[in-house]
């Protein structure tokens, strides 16, 4: 014959239920828009770190962890974006913030929506230089680094690439500004020549008057510091067809696979750069991705691993998911001093810091955070051969 629980019994059970608390994370990024090619596996790898988390049972006493989607469309009209920011914080409440992703929206959520609600945010994408100095309350991250660095590297390469001249077009929003500012000083530093330096729109069906100012001004390659979904796609497109060029610079937001199926053979020899590491991490997540039918060298896929996980584990040596709370964490998890936690021990990371051990949290991308908050970077460096990019090396 069964026991009935007692009255007293069931109270017990019930506290012990309720006491389980249930961690949201919001994945702030744009799965509509000029990047959208990217998100799926920027998504994928930072819930594959929630789930880490919440299936170790080791997160703030047993916490679980769930993960709630926001699509910024990564737009110059902001609305979009601070609409789903102010859902995901004030209807569902979730703890923390993993984005934005395009450096427009990052902004506008952080001044308009996170701020004003305490709410931390870690970015995998947003690479304005204009982040470094944003008045953030010490709530924002990022762990992708600044264009101010992209700029640099880029100059490096064309300079050993022996190109003289270029001509610089970029999408018309925070991101692409910033970008072609970097790019054009630091390659001007380096004694190169920068033709024409002008915006373009996302959007439009036709560049080829934006092509033909290009084709005018000259240069030995078009860089173009748009976005692989949108209008750099074009831009590349209108250039092929018009004959005005045939190799093209190819900054972080135009790396990803669906740009040079897209375009095709004419793509080719085209070369550029995205954060990206080659680290005992970068490889290990890149197998762990693997295994869910990821590509773990996708962009911003390893960042967006490394936010989530760098949330997380500042709760619990904060043992607090009040974002409030845990934010004075994360600078001291990102940089130890510390045991070193890669991807796929984040249960041995919060067992060291439930016990009161330090961690240096090194994740997929060797994470370091400098100055505001931001990541110190390292670049992969890309050539497109044979319609794939291919990582020549890393930076």
């Not at 000083?185 to 036709?206: C, L, M, R, Y």
């Not at 009040?322 to 964490?329: N, T």
């Not at 890669?342 to 919060?350: F, Q």
């Amino acid at each position: 014959m069964k026991k009935l629980l007692t009255a007293s019994a069931i109270t017990a059970l019930m506290a012990g239920v309720a006491s389980a608390e249930e961690v949201k994370l919001g994945v702030l990024i744009g799965f509509t828009g000029p990047i959208e090619s990217l998100t799926p596996a920027m998504n994928a790898a930072a819930e594959m770190a929630a789930k880490e988390v919440s299936d170790s049972g080791k997160l703030l006493g047993g916490a679980t962890v769930v993960t709630l989607k926001g699509d910024t469309t990564c737009a110059i009209d902001t609305a979009a974006a601070t609409a789903a920011a102010e859902k995901l914080i004030t209807t569902d409440k979730v703890n923390g913030i993993i984005g934005g992703d395009c450096s427009g929206v990052t902004g506008a959520i952080l001044q308009n929506v996170a701020r004003p609600n305490g709410m931390v945010m870690v970015s995998p994408s947003a690479t304005s230089p204009a982040l470094s100095t944003a008045e953030d309350d010490g709530l924002f991250f990022r762990t992708a680094p600044s264009d101010a660095r992209e700029g640099e590297v880029m100059a490096d390469i064309l300079t050993e690439k022996g190109i003289k001249s270029i001509a610089l077009t970029y999408t018309n929003n925070d991101y692409g500004k910033g970008l072609a500012e970097s790019i054009a000083k630091s390659f001007e530093a380096k004694g190169g020549k920068v033709t024409i330096n002008v915006p373009h729109d996302d959007g439009k069906a036709d560049y080829s008057a934006e092509v033909a100012a290009l084709a005018s001004a000259g240069g030995d390659i078009l860089v173009v510091a748009g976005y692989l979904d949108q209008g750099g796609k074009g831009i590349i497109q209108a250039s092929l067809d018009s004959g005005a060029f045939s190799t093209f610079g190819l900054p972080g937001g135009m790396i990803g696979d669906s740009l040079p199926t897209a375009i095709g053979p004419g793509l080719d020899g085209s070369f550029g750069q995205i954060a990206g590491s080659d680290s005992v991490g970068a490889k290990t997540f890149e197998e762990m991705m693997k295994a869910i039918s990821m590509d773990g060298t996708s962009a911003y896929s390893p960042e967006s691993y490394d936010a989530a996980a760098l949330i997380l584990l500042a709760m619990q040596a904060a043992k607090s998911s009040d974002p409030k709370v845990y934010k004075e964490k994360i600078m001291e998890i990102a940089n130890g001093p510390g045991e070193k936690i890669y991807p796929g021990e984040l249960a041995k990371g919060l067992e060291l810091l439930a016990a009161g051990t330090a961690i240096d949290y090194e994740g997929a991308t060797a994470v370091t955070l400098v100055g505001p908050g931001e990541s110190a970077g390292r670049y992969r460096e890309i050539v497109v051969k044979d319609g794939k990019n291919e990582t020549v090396g890393f930076r």
